[in-house]
């Protein structure tokens, strides 16, 4: 293997967007300002129940990849997996849209789940005050994050071909480490696209350490308080920041940075974290336009 055969590979994602694939986005005909007709792909969105052993959990609108990753994520960010719960199965059936994961717990979630139905008054809703309570005593892991990696990481990112480009109307999360972009998920949902990560990164086996989120959401407490259960101690965004999210970060002693968008950025929390080694005029700009949506307008 030739040394740019060698760079290419370690250069390549895990997982990247699939923006051909048929299932994701199909082909829907209307007519423009001028009255022309035009044709643009929009991305699917399907129904995915997922069950904990014999108990339905929730059912999540999704774009449908990764559905078992989803499914183990979702449960392990509403803490009804434990990090200590060793999993017997994760059964996805297609004709059914159901994912049944498996545990060798015994597992009995009514009363969260008629709590759940309560107060938020809808049967996706979260358990917010239960994620709280899971950030108690938490300590996120050492580590360092340089503007150079951010730089690099956001035109990378925002760059590569992706559903976003292809049909818009999707959100991205990227797990990162250094300047290198691991796993790409997206969704019609950007908590699906973390949950896909977090499901991956449990059913792989990957730690934490050493990672860093990316995402195209706002940072709102619930984003922040799902990277820090994931162990994760750096998320950055393209998008702005919410009060509770910031307020939430500091309290955890997460790196939070946003608005990053080609040679700017803000760090709201964890700024010990940051090590300025890259002159920002030297950041590649952020291109205008660069989809291939933008090109049949």
């Not at 052993?53 to 929730?58: S, Y």
């Not at 999704?62 to 994760?90: F, K, S, W």
Request: proline share 5%; aromatic share 6%.
């Amino acid at each position: 293997m030739t040394a740019d055969e060698t760079g290419a590979r370690a250069a390549r994602l895990i997982i990247a967007p699939d923006p051909e694939a048929p299932r994701l986005t199909r082909a829907v005909t209307g007519t423009d300002q001028t009255g022309a007709e035009r044709e643009i792909r929009v991305v699917e969105e399907r129904p995915l129940t997922i069950y904990l052993n014999a108990q339905e959990i929730v059912t999540a609108m999704t774009i449908g990849d990764y559905p078992e990753y989803l499914a183990v994520g979702y449960l392990a960010n509403q803490g009804m997996l434990r990090a200590d719960d060793t999993l017997t199965g994760v059964d996805y059936d297609e004709e059914l849209e159901t994912v049944v994961v498996r545990t060798a717990r015994v597992t009995d979630y009514e009363d969260k789940l008629r709590r759940k139905t309560r107060t938020s008054g809808c049967a996706v809703g979260t358990v917010f005050g239960d994620m709280m309570e899971g950030l108690e005593g938490l300590t996120l892991p050492p580590a360092e994050l340089r503007t150079s990696w951010l730089y690099a990481l956001a035109h990378r990112i925002n760059t590569m071909p992706s559903l976003y480009l292809e049909a818009g109307a999707i959100h991205g999360t990227v797990l990162c480490e250094a300047d290198r972009p691991l796993v790409f998920m997206e969704d019609v949902g950007r908590h699906n696209a973390v949950d896909k990560i977090a499901g991956w990164m449990r059913m792989e086996g990957v730690p934490a350490t050493g990672k860093m989120l990316y995402t195209t959401g706002r940072l709102t407490s619930e984003m922040v308080i799902k990277t820090a259960l994931m162990g994760i101690p750096v998320l950055a965004s393209r998008s702005g920041f919410t009060a509770w999210g910031v307020e939430i970060a500091r309290q955890v002693g997460l790196t939070l940075v946003g608005r990053l968008r080609g040679q700017r950025f803000i760090c709201l929390s964890g700024e010990e974290r940051l090590i300025r080694d890259a002159d920002p005029d030297s950041a590649p700009q952020e291109p205008r336009r660069s989809s291939r949506k933008a090109a049949a307008e």
